[in-house]
């Protein structure tokens, strides 16, 4: 497991694609659910996120972490734990991009600066494992 081949790293975007999908997909079926409060009663409160496992978007979130799941154990028989793992950090930086453009959540600033230093660490990363360290 030297140096990383191209097709690892695609899998790892798609993967990392496939998991921001479905925090995207989670909450928004978590928003169709209602509110959800403290001293509703536990049994209210579990019944309602049962009821909530299997409505559309949730259930969508849910396949698409399992996929994810699948992707990942073949990424990681291809590579080091050491490379793939910060790159799952990318999803952070998708999953604010997606909020704000389908969920229409505002981004502040001070995280858009965040985000661009999660970016340049992961590059940091990438362009570290390409030299064959």
């Known amino acids: 497991m030297g140096k990383v081949s191209l097709a690892p790293v695609v899998m790892i975007l798609v993967n990392v694609l496939l998991g921001s ?18 001293g509703q009663g536990i049994a209210a409160s579990l019944l309602c996120a049962f009821k909530g496992v299997f409505t559309p978007y949730v259930f969508l979130g849910f396949c698409l972490y399992a996929m994810s799941a699948v992707l990942w154990v073949l990424v990681l028989n291809q590579v080091r734990l050491s490379f793939a793992y910060p790159m799952i950090s990318l999803s952070y930086v ?25 970016c340049l660490g992961v590059s940091l990363i990438g362009v570290g494992y390409t030299m064959g360290r």
Request: glycine share 14%.
């Open 94 to 118: 998708l999953v604010v991009l997606l909020s704000a453009v389908i969920l229409g959540e505002r981004v502040p600033l001070v995280t858009v600066g965040g985000l661009v230093f999660i």
């Open 21 to 38: 999908i479905g925090q995207i997909s989670l909450r928004y079926g978590a928003s169709q659910l209602g509110n959800l409060r403290a």
